[in-house]
């Protein structure tokens, strides 16, 4: 069972940076499919980015060219950067993997594993 501890989160103002990162453990497949997603009050989950085992990234219309995902294999830890963060950023950001089902799909991953979510609030 893969388990994912996010931390990294808090409160920037307008135009501010802030990286998450996601240690990941239990996780034994070199297939691994690994990402990160949002929701913000009263709006449904969607994915922010996401990195597979191929080396492939995608990244949602809305982040891109401002927020990058990496991973540090040795460490088991995925990293978000986020930079030039605005109000519309703001939400709770959970760290994803495959896993079992239900799934949420996206860019070609099904995610079935979640970490508890670490909040980032962007204020004016």
């Known amino acids: 069972q893969v388990q994912l501890v996010e931390s990294g989160g808090g409160s920037v103002q307008n135009g501010g940076s802030l990286r998450l990162s996601c240690v990941a453990s239990?996780?034994?497949?070199?297939?691994?499919?690994m990402g990160w997603f949002r929701q913000a009050p009263g709006k449904g989950r969607g994915g922010v980015a996401r990195?597979?085992?191929?080396?492939?990234?995608s990244y949602a219309d809305s982040v891109k060219g401002r927020f990058t995902v990496s991973l540090d294999y040795a460490k088991k830890t995925l990293y978000l950067e986020m930079n030039s963060l605005s109000p519309e950023d703001s939400a709770m950001y959970y760290c994803?993997?495959?896993?079992?089902?239900?799934?949420?799909?996206?860019?070609?991953?099904?995610?079935?594993?979640w970490g508890q979510g670490t909040q980032v609030t962007v204020s004016e």
């Open positions: 994803a993997s495959v896993g079992p089902p239900p799934r949420d799909t996206w860019a070609g991953c099904g995610f079935g594993s």
């Open positions: 239990g996780y034994s497949s070199n297939y691994y499919c």
């Open positions: 990195l597979r085992y191929d080396g492939d990234i």
